[in-house]
């Protein structure tokens, strides 16, 4: 279990695009696989993205495959989310969370990982 840090949501119009980033601790963070969730107000928690520890394998949702891209650097000790072509509809709390799995392996289910960041607010206008 890690502390992780999410920033750089904001306000921004449709069309427009933001880099998130997930924060997570000095010399072992590059050993957890780290998933990207978002909830919108009223809705069910709901997948994104998803990293393996050395960032060789990545995995998106279909519903975004194409406008969000996954990354990470662990010289930052950060995995990033890139999202563009925002739409009203993207508004929503974006979450990440993290699984130690140094094997390499990767995750997309809210149980598979044991440590969430607080959130960071995405709003879209049209």
């Known amino acids: 279990q890690v502390q992780l840090v999410e920033s750089g949501g904001r306000l921004v119009q449709a069309g427009g695009a933001l880099r998130l980033s997930c924060t997570g601790p000095?010399?072992?963070?590059?050993?957890?696989?780290v998933g990207w969730f978002r909830q919108a107000p009223g809705k069910e928690r709901e997948f994104l993205a998803t990293v393996s520890a050395n960032g060789a394998r990545t995995y998106v949702a279909e519903s975004v495959k194409g406008r969000f891209t996954i990354s990470r650097d662990h010289a930052e000790n950060s995995v990033f989310l890139q999202l563009n072509s925002l739409k009203p509809e993207d508004t929503a709390v974006y979450y990440c969370?993290?699984?130690?799995?140094?094997?390499?392996?990767?995750?997309?289910?809210?149980?598979?990982?044991?440590?969430w960041g607080q959130g960071t607010q995405v709003t879209v206008s049209s």
């Open positions: 000095e010399r072992t963070f590059l050993n957890f696989a």
């Open positions: 969370a993290a699984r130690y799995s140094p094997s390499g392996g990767y995750y997309y289910r809210e149980s598979d990982f044991g440590s």
